[in-house]
């Protein structure tokens, strides 16, 4: 009966109200499929990802021999420094040198040794090593890190001219044919700038800088957060003998013309030079202050630099007539307030009293008179 008088009380229900509680639950069932498509097609691609992942490992495995992979799991990984597996940066960096070796060496020996890509390598000497299998998990994201932190590493490297300061070395990388560069690479832990040049400019040329490189004289860039520095080293005859000490590295080392090289992206004056449009994408941006650089030092011609040279004599001898000046008078026994006793324009002063007690400092202003005058006269 309470149930009865209960329902009899009620309102009927609005028909607005009712046409909203629909139109909710059909969004929320609608919403709730869409999830569920999306989740289902999210699982599938991940399958199909680990799939792929699994077949490029066994496709690896096969191109690659079990014994290979030891051999290079035991140069480069397991007896590595125990800190080296501490970061996941520098694994890669020892499965890069394991990378380089295998292609210098193990399909040198053999060339039934398929080329494969460094991340298809990488995968595969991660999986195949016990110490690092553990990274095939998120093998994907670790290496996209890996290739961005070696963006920012800084590159040193040598802009080498000749003796004119016309001829420009360039190197062609070995991956490309039309790819041409300064030669130049990334510093290593702990490197100095100007060793980490000579060492890159002698593995990719066979060329020693140092007795030419200045360390105050390069040209720096910084592209995309990563120092780019080449120094400046000029003199370096025509006809000396480049050899790259590196395999699989440098295809070809050339001298380019200065008067050649392009100054705007439009400039067909290399390809008129060579017959063919070379990629100097990493030589154009140094261009620029590479031709001032030139200029500023073929400003100082022959003729300037004897006159130079001219100018330096004469100050020079001023110089040693004011000491034998002041040299006279202090053998007179005359006072002098100041003397030069040497070209840094070290003042010193006499007095009366300090004559007889400075005969050494005299016979040192005489000796540098006669010196002065010797090399005047010769």
């Known amino acids: 009966r309470n149930i009865k008088l209960l329902l009899f009380s009620l309102k009927p229900p609005n028909t607005t109200d009712v046409c909203n509680g629909f139109i909710i639950l059909s969004l929320v069932f609608s919403s709730f499929n869409i999830f569920l498509v999306w989740f289902t097609l999210y699982l599938s691609d991940m399958e199909s990802s680990e799939q792929s992942q699994l077949q490029k490992a066994s496709y690896i495995e096969k191109t690659i021999p079990s014994y290979v992979l030891d051999d290079l799991s035991s140069r480069f990984i397991i007896n590595s420094r125990p800190e080296d597996f501490k970061s996941i940066i520098r694994i890669f960096f020892l499965v890069e040198n394991a990378f380089w070796f295998y292609l210098d060496f193990h399909r040198v020996e053999n060339p039934q040794l398929k080329e494969c890509t460094l991340k298809e390598f990488a995968y595969s000497l991660i999986s195949h090593c016990p110490q690092i299998k553990q990274f095939t998990s998120e093998f994907d994201k670790h290496f996209d890190a890996w290739k961005q932190y ?5 590159t040193c490297g040598a802009i080498i001219l000749d003796k004119d300061l016309k001829h420009v070395l360039l190197v062609q990388s070995f991956t ?45 860039k910084c592209t995309n957060e990563q120092i780019n520095r080449l120094y400046i080293v000029a003199g370096v005859p025509l006809k000396t003998n480049f050899q790259p000490k590196t395999r699989r590295e440098i295809r070809d080392i050339q001298w380019f013309p200065m008067d050649a090289l392009p100054t705007h992206r439009g400039d067909q004056t290399l390809k008129e030079a060579v017959g063919q449009n070379l990629n100097l994408y990493t030589v154009t941006p140094f261009l620029k202050s590479l031709r001032m650089w030139i200029k500023n030092h073929q400003a100082e011609t022959p003729s300037s630099k004897r006159k130079n040279r001219q100018k330096q004599q004469a100050q020079f001898a001023q110089q040693a007539q004011n000491q034998y000046q002041e040299f006279m008078q202090l053998k007179k026994g005359k006072s002098v307030t100041k003397t030069l006793i040497s070209q840094r324009s070290t003042s010193v002063r006499y007095s009366r009293e300090l004559q007889e007690k400075n005969t050494k400092q005299v016979g040192t202003v005489y000796v540098l008179f006669s010196s002065s005058m010797y090399y005047i006269n010769h």
């Open 176 to 220: 490309s044919k039309n790819s041409w560069g300064f030669p130049k690479g990334k510093i290593n832990q702990n490197e100095a700038l100007l060793d980490c040049a000579a060492r890159e400019v002698l593995e990719e040329t066979g060329f020693d800088i140092m007795p030419y490189a200045d360390p105050e004289e390069y040209l720096e």
């Open 150 to 154: 070696k963006r920012t590493i800084a």
